[in-house]
């Protein structure tokens, strides 16, 4: 098991930068998979970043060029760099770690991106 605590989120206006700091209960250097997603009103929940525990990393087109993700093993930490927002990042972003089978979700922040 773990628990997952995001922090960072607001309200920035367009072109600005926040950074997402999602911190586990546990060591996170064995899990294989962490990432990113977000849930925007009325849509479903999309994957942003995903990191893997060698560092590799995978994004949503809509976000490639504009957000990083990145991982802290010593201090069971994971990152999401978004740069150049846009109004259409507003969401609640939630981390994720997948313990396979079971997935494990933090309670979410709310970014919200004004024009």
């Known amino acids: 098991q773990v628990q997952l605590v995001e922090s960072g989120g607001g309200l920035v206006q367009a072109g600005g930068s926040l950074r997402l700091s999602c911190a586990a209960s546990?060591?996170?250097?064995?899990?294989?998979?962490m990432g990113w997603y977000r849930q925007a009103p009325g849509k479903q929940r999309e994957l942003v970043a995903l990191?893997?525990?060698?560092?590799?990393?995978r994004y949503a087109d809509s976000v490639k060029g504009r957000f990083t993700i990145s991982r802290d093993n010593a201090k069971n930490t994971i990152y999401l760099q978004m740069n150049s927002l846009e109004p259409e990042d507003t969401a609640v972003y939630y981390c994720?770690?997948?313990?396979?089978?079971?997935?494990?979700w933090g309670q979410g922040t709310q970014v919200t991106v004004s024009a």
């Open positions: 990191i893997t525990r060698g560092a590799n990393t």
């Open positions: 546990r060591s996170i250097s064995s899990i294989n998979y």
């Open positions: 994720n770690a997948d313990l396979w089978p079971t997935g494990y």
